[in-house]
């Protein structure tokens, strides 16, 4: 067990090592555009869309817009016209995506990143949005709420004593949505 968080500990620890700093909202604020893709590995098919996105601030240092236009052939166009509020001064970290419906999304900033995990209609999302060199990286993964394999550990000695086994379950994505958005001038 202590093998297990030892190794947990040091992938997280990684992440926190960047070539360079982003600060929110400072150097986020602006116009960007990219071309998503959207993967379903299920069933070998791929799509895509333009996107814009635009992060402005409404209220100084608490609420941002947060405007992601997609437009494609096959969907036409959607508007997801969102705020991002940090609910706390004291809190550096955590924030709200506040989709104005009722709907609030917790995220976490760490290391130039937005995370978030939630779920909604049977399945998990996942969505990471990271500040970088020339814009912003956006990915959402999608996996249907029920797990797709179960596994157990084998169980662990430690100290002279058995540890309880480790059961991990796993949920497979069924889609992933990426898309690098350049700064717009």
């Known amino acids: 067990m202590n093998n297990l968080m030892s190794t947990l500990f040091l992938l997280l620890a990684g992440f926190s090592l960047q070539a360079q700093s982003y600060d929110f909202p400072e150097d986020w604020i602006g116009d960007y555009a990219g071309t998503m893709i959207m993967y379903y590995p299920t069933v070998q098919r791929m799509d895509t869309a333009e996107v814009h996105f635009e992060l402005k601030e409404l209220i100084a240092d608490s609420v941002w817009t947060y405007i992601m236009t997609y437009s494609s052939k096959k969907y036409g166009e959607i508007i997801k016209d969102y705020v991002i509020v940090k609910p706390s001064k004291e809190d550096n970290y955590l924030y709200h995506l ?3 419906d009722g709907i609030v999304i917790e995220q ?64 497979l994505p069924f889609t ?10």
């Open 98 to 100: 506040d989709e104005r």
């Open 176 to 185: 992933v949505q990426r898309v690098f958005l350049s700064e717009v001038d």
């Open 108 to 171: 976490i900033l760490m290391a130039n990143t937005f995370y978030s995990s939630f779920s909604v209609l049977g399945s998990y999302i996942s969505s990471r949005m990271k500040r970088v060199e020339g814009g912003i990286e956006f990915e959402i993964t999608s996996a249907k709420e029920e797990a797709t394999s179960v596994s157990k550990s084998a169980p662990l000695e430690e100290d002279g004593e058995v540890q309880e086994s480790i059961e991990v379950f796993s949920y």
